[in-house]
């Protein structure tokens, strides 16, 4: 009976503290750096960020404890998420092992943007401040910081990149559905929105100027910034992917072989494998990225900005330039140039394999997934069931553990099969 | 105990101002001097020693480091080179014979196992009889690494609060003393980055720490030529120490 | 820790045997009847659904035996799905008695439509039919057939109302994804679907004509028609959401006072209800529907047809009349103008309390249940919430327990939001 | 025992045909006549049944049922009326004497309990001493009805294998006759709807079975006037309940 059980859907194994790889990285983590002498990025993280959210970004402890309010939200949007037997896929692709699905598609937003969302909106009104403000492009991480602060009892200001607005009405809906206030970005909000718009009346937006109106407008306002991705907390909040996932293979008595995500900034996959990497050493760990955005094959590994427009300070990473911009746009959240500066070194150290795929492929794997088990997913973790799909096939005769991560689900990106 | 440890960037504001400021160390209260080497990237120190970095290296000579080392030995302090791995790859395995030969005490190479983790054993090993190489750690520092780099040295340890000087995160310093002097035990550590006050100094004490490294609260002292605030400092840590004991 | 439990997601919660009204209604259920001397429609029943179907449309016996390939799909697509309190919404309207939810918005399809799809699927399966046919309006219906028949390995040939098929692409694009065929109705592919476009090139169809074409299509094809609601095996089916409750009830501790669902053709409500029913005969239960469609307050007691087409036989059931159209379609799955027979005749003795909601009342509701729990949910669900806000509002001072069953999300419906 | 109740329309096909019916009743193998009054709305009959209402209304007068009781007592057979409320009512009280007084032995009204349901105990209530009221059940039912009938009456009781008449729901026999012999012990219990073959009846009445009501099978030998048929499926039945026992 097990083999089929979606989930165990207990509050005891939403985790009590969340794993925080630094301390057990192979070396030590780069911190991040300024652009010039004269302005210092990380001195602005200082006014921007919850103390609490300033300490867990730098800190060395393994484990923090999750907020006992924010383990009751985490229960409230849907956690534990499922982690389940993909019979379906296994017996579509004939393969003698076992593939598990971890799915964030099953929160309340649909995606693991939420596990971050909740604890940062949580710390910023335990500050007093009277909201929070960040950017989204494609919209998952706007609905999860709409959701967190309506939670929290706190506005939600949201920048959204102009083209997005405009072609996705049903994400900026949704957001306002949940309370909070989208701003198309460029917008004449901001000094910096102006000076944009001055110079192109018609601007379409990017994600680096509509973080840079946020931080700006957070400054201005006495707002706290929200991180969407990439930085240390993020992917420690997001460890409850992977804590949840270590309770639920050890319920179902298995121990992985093989661990797969998708990676945009880094979040879901560093959340999802990084505390099982520390259990499951030997497991391999495969990362897996747009065709379009070989961040990891054809990226440096260097110091570069977490945004294009250089108001964030830099990181080291993999990284394909913070000017980098992809043709294509079918995944909008594995757009990002750069990923999380643990996730880079752990590629760049061999124990994380980088795997990209194409369109074709995603889209395949998606219709495949949708058909033998019902679940259409995000075109972001279509990426991961794509390289899961192809580890499957050209392993056909290892009968392996596999667990993949699906970190959301697609049922507003389903434009992407009209192609 | 004496419980400072003061950074000065070499040259900073000019040799003589410099070379003033070292002549008024209470030796009761400093332990050491770490002499920041200026460098056009100091990538890891924060922005108010940034830019002592750019003002320090027009007219800097590695020459200058001798003037400052023979200046502390005759306080009887010893000095440490603060040196960007960058720097010294630059100058070749020469380069560390000559620094023992001037009298400096040993090194601490901020960058090293960030931006050249796969040479850092290497380095450790090249260094000539004589010289030290100090662990630089910070709360970022992996286990493993603090592990690896302690056994193959048996200096003083460096360990920054911050992951970057100039940046005020806010940490437990019991939480992170209590790290470092669990995983080096009987190791002498002396604390830096960030600290601004004599009150963080005293706490710093407190905590079992063996000194505290101090820099950036230096520094608009030393572009003012402020000399008797510099003075009236460490005045006020020895006070506090009689306190501490 | 348990009040803010999402859920048991336990394999065991999953009931081992459907539960079935009918031996249990105060009075004996009238049987369905023919329109005419002539066509026995009730004949025509025979030779469209599964035997099985058949059988359970018309058993006395209280319990049937889910099978265990049902009840392995059932984990898969979700089930059991949580029970939550709904402590945001409890502490927004200040109430001091608890709300709890039970959300079929969880299942993989988005709606409590997948529980009856899947044994109807399976049983025709079984019976060696290549095919299984329906209509649907919304879309939901469409979409749980489309996974259902997915799953059992079988095609689906799905005629959705033309009008809905050209302003809903999302939901045609995710049937297509599951590997349906969808055909736009009124549709050449049959006799009926002809001879209205003949009448009229343009028409914009009705769930009525598309019934008939899915009749006329199953029989021509020896296909297996599936039926979306109304029916007694349907409601049967969908017996799995109450008696799951009643389980999630029991580990929780606590026992209903009020039980709240809405009204389409009565499925979800029957589903969730009934089994509560006859374990707490004591409780309130109220039964949401709209405005527009006030089938309980202004409809007759009466034999009516299924379907405007008069293709399916008469039942006796609160009807506004088959060829009843109402003015408006934000909550497209409460636009039928009957309700279920089992369902209707509890209306009658006074067991159920019907109670009609505003648009604007429903949209109010979404908006607070957004906000304060996070869940985007159905228009359709909507009106259960709307009801339990006015039934809270008016009860202030009772301590009780509201159990809502909020049928479905409304994640591909939020146009509503529009106006 | 014998296993037959017999279901005729009341003139149908035309007074004649059907009293030459009734003088070839095997009497060894028919236990009651069930006699349908032809009504204009016989909602709960199958289309074949349905179908002779409408022809055997025409020309109908209530007294055209004394014919067939007559011609039954002749052969002492017990004659029961299924009629619908809806007719019932429109004839007023009066009439329930009148058919017992004509030689009625009971009533089967199929949409009392469904249509009526808040008037049933009533009706049950008002029949005259000398006329029966024949519960009237199926596999739709509720227990709660059954139970409540079946304690107000002590008559045989009728069970509906099919929810309608000319409908064919698969079901199991068992299952379905289990359920009612259990919930009326003790008493005589005749099955209807949806038997086509002599093999069913028997499989009815090897199940406990009191009896085996059949009418749809006939309309086309009436209709034909094939009154050997009609004989020829009485000696089958006759050969079949040998073996039964
Ligand atoms: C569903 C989904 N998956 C993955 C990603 C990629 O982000 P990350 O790599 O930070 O998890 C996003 C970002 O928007 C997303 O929405
Ligand atoms: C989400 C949802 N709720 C409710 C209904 C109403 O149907 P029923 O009354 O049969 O549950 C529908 C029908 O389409 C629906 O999609």
Chains 1, 3 share one sequence.
């Not at chain 1, 200082?46 to 924010?70: A, G, H, M």
């Not at chain 1, 009751?72 to 998420?81: D, S």
Request: glycine share 8%; with cysteine; aromatic share 10%.
């Amino acid at each position: 009976m097990h083999e089929y059980m979606l989930s165990l859907q207990e509050r005891e194994i939403i985790p009590d503290n969340w794993y925080n790889i630094v301390p057990d990285l192979p070396q030590p983590l780069p911190p991040p750096v300024d652009k010039d002498n004269e302005h210092s990025s990380i001195e602005l993280l200082n006014r921007i960020l919850p103390r609490e959210i300033l300490k867990q970004e730098f800190t060395f402890q393994r484990y923090t404890k999750i907020p006992e309010e924010v383990q009751e939200l985490y229960a409230q949007i849907g956690r534990p998420t499922p982690l389940f037997r993909a019979s379906g896929l296994e017996r579509f692709l004939d393969y003698r092992g076992k593939i598990f699905i971890k799915y964030e598609g099953a929160t309340i937003t649909g995606s693991h943007k939420i596990n971050t969302a909740i604890p940062q909106a949580i710390y910023a009104r335990n500050e007093g401040v009277k909201g929070v403000v960040t950017e989204t492009g494609a919209g998952q991480w706007g609905t999860a910081t709409a959701v967190a602060s309506s939670f929290s009892g706190i506005k939600a200001k949201i920048f959204m990149v102009k083209v997005s607005f405009q072609q996705k009405p049903l994400r900026k809906q949704i957001m306002e559905l949940y309370g909070a206030e989208i701003v198309p970005s460029p917008s004449t909000e901001t000094k910096f929105g102006r000076s944009v718009i001055e110079k192109r009346h018609d601007h379409p937006g990017t994600l680096g100027i509509a973080i840079s109106e946020a931080v700006e407008y957070a400054l201005e306002h006495d707002m706290r910034y929200m991180l969407g991705s990439v930085f240390n907390s993020v992917l420690t909040h997001q460890s409850v992917i992977g804590l949840e996932t270590e309770k639920q293979l050890e319920i179902l008595g298995e121990e992985p072989d093989v661990l797969i995500g998708c990676v945009g900034g880094g979040s879901n996959f560093g959340g999802f494998t990084f505390p099982l990497i520390k259990k499951f050493p030997e497991a391999e760990v495969l990362a897996s990225t747009a065709e379009e955005v070989p961040k990891f094959t054809h990226g440096d590994y260097k110091y570069d900005f977490v945004d294009s427009a250089q108001t964030l300070p830099s990181v080291k990473m993999y990284s394909l330039g913070s000017d980098f911009v992809p043709e294509k746009i079918y995944a909008g959240g594995l757009r990002y140039h750069g990923a999380a500066p643990s996730v880079s070194m752990l590629v760049k150290t061999g124990k994380i394999t980088p795997s990209d795929v194409s369109e074709e492929t995603v889209i395949d794997a998606l219709r495949i997934f949708a058909r033998t088990q019902g679940i259409v997913a995000a075109p972001e973790s279509g990426h991961a069931l794509a390289t899961a799909i192809e580890y499957v096939v050209s392993h056909r005769n290892d009968r392996k553990n596999i667990v993949v991560n699906v970190s959301g689900h697609g049922l507003l990106d389903m434009s992407i099969f009209d192609r | 105990m004496k419980p400072l440890v003061l950074y000065f960037t070499a040259n900073y504001p000019s040799r003589e101002i410099l070379s003033e400021f070292i002549a008024r160390l209470d030796t009761s209260v400093v332990k050491y001097v770490e002499l920041g080497m200026p460098t056009d990237n100091p990538l890891y120190d924060g922005p108010t020693i940034k830019g002592t970095h750019g003002t320090s290296l027009a007219d800097f000579r590695d020459s200058d480091l001798k003037i400052y080392s023979d200046l502390l030995r005759e306080h009887d302090i010893r000095t440490y080179l603060l040196v960007y791995y960058h720097e010294l790859r630059k100058r070749g395995p020469g380069f560390l014979h000559y620094l023992r030969d001037i009298g400096i005490s040993g090194l601490i190479i901020p960058d090293l196992f960030i931006d050249y983790f796969d040479s850092g054993t290497e380095v450790i090993k090249s260094f000539p009889e004589g010289l030290e190489f100090i662990p630089f750690f910070n709360p970022a520092t992996p286990d493993s690494v603090i592990r690896t780099v302690a056994e193959m040295t048996s200096s003083w340890v460096y360990y920054g609060l911050q992951p970057s000087t100039g940046i005020n995160v806010p940490f437990d310093l019991r939480e992170v003393s209590k790290r470092i002097l669990e995983m080096v035990p009987g190791r002498e550590v002396n604390f830096g980055f960030g600290i601004r006050t004599v009150d963080q100094v005293r706490e710093i004490m407190e905590l079992g720490s063996n000194g505290v490294a101090i820099g950036t609260m230096l520094i608009p002292m030393l572009k003012g030529n402020r000399i008797d605030d510099f003075v009236e400092f460490q005045e006020k840590v020895r006070e506090m120490m009689k306190v501490v004991g």
